[in-house]
């Protein structure tokens, strides 16, 4: 990812079993903080141990795109435009869409967030939990 390609819809990272709902917790809490606080390199990896669980192509997709955005925005800090431009893209398109009960995360304000921060239009987004 940090190469500045997108990755593509069947990329073969090989899949774990599956996550106890408390340890998906604690991988969540520890992705966000280290997003929050703009490291996106450790983040993406972070977000990649939750997506590596997923089963369900949906919902993996959006993982995929939290993915692609952390990976986006570490172009973007190193000024990397090509890179910040093709993996902002596949980011935002693998993000579109409503939300998805499955997601822990709130991604629609996010997504619009990102596509501001992308175009050099603001701060990066905050990955948030979403409020039940």
């Known amino acids: 990812m940090v190469r500045g390609t997108a990755r593509p819809p069947t990329h073969h990272v090989p899949r774990t079993t599956h996550v106890n709902p408390e340890d998906r917790r604690r991988y969540l809490e520890h992705a966000q903080d280290l ?6 390199w450790l983040a ?11 089963i ?6 959006v993982w995929q795109g939290l993915i692609q955005a952390a990976a986006a925005l570490l172009h973007r800090a190193r ?18 869409g409503p ?34």
């Open 56 to 61: 369900e192509e949906d919902e993996a997709r």
């Open 79 to 96: 000024g990397n435009r090509h890179g910040t431009v093709v993996v902002g893209a596949a980011a935002l398109e693998r993000l579109a």
């Open 99 to 132: 939300q998805q009960p499955e997601i822990e995360f709130e991604t629609v304000q996010f997504r619009a967030h990102l596509a501001r921060a992308l175009a050099g239009e603001g701060d990066p987004p905050r990955l948030e939990f979403r409020t039940p």
């Open 35 to 40: 997003f929050n606080r703009g490291e996106f």
């Open 44 to 54: 993406h990896e972070a977000l990649e141990t939750v997506w590596r669980s997923i």
